[in-house]
């Protein structure tokens, strides 16, 4: 069992910056996928960033929608992972999820909103 609780969140102005959170308690390891989702006003949720590493090399992927403006990052030692967001744009106002997948299970975390006004 994992649970995931995020921080973070909160309203900026477009052109801002947001640093969310993630930090992950249970059987989890390094190796184990960490990420990010969003969930819109119609209740999809679409692949933010996730990462994942061996030894001390990270892998991360990114949507295209946020590639060179946001950056994930994994802190295996605290199981915390991070989204520095840059760059909000309004279309970037949405829920974001933090995820994980273990033993070919996915947990969720509860969500924290993202505001981001014009």
């Known amino acids: 069992q994992v649970q995931l609780v995020e921080s973070g969140g909160g309203l900026v102005q477009a052109g801002g910056s947001l640093t969310l959170s993630c930090t992950a308690s249970?059987?989890?390891?390094?190796?184990?996928?960490m990420g990010w989702y969003r969930q819109g006003p119609g209740n999809e949720r679409n692949l933010v960033a996730v990462?994942?590493?061996?030894?001390?090399?990270?892998?991360?992927n990114y949507a295209d929608s946020v590639k060179g403006r946001f950056t994930i990052s994994r802190d295996n030692a605290k199981n915390t992972v991070y989204l520095q967001m840059n760059s909000l744009k309004p279309e970037d106002t949405a829920v974001y999820l933090c995820?994980?997948?273990?033993?070919?299970?996915?947990?969720w975390g509860q969500g924290t909103q993202v505001t981001v006004s014009s």
């Open positions: 249970g059987r989890i390891f390094s190796s184990d996928v």
């Open positions: 990462i994942s590493s061996r030894g001390s090399t990270f892998y991360a």
């Open positions: 995820y994980a997948f273990v033993l070919n299970f996915a947990y």
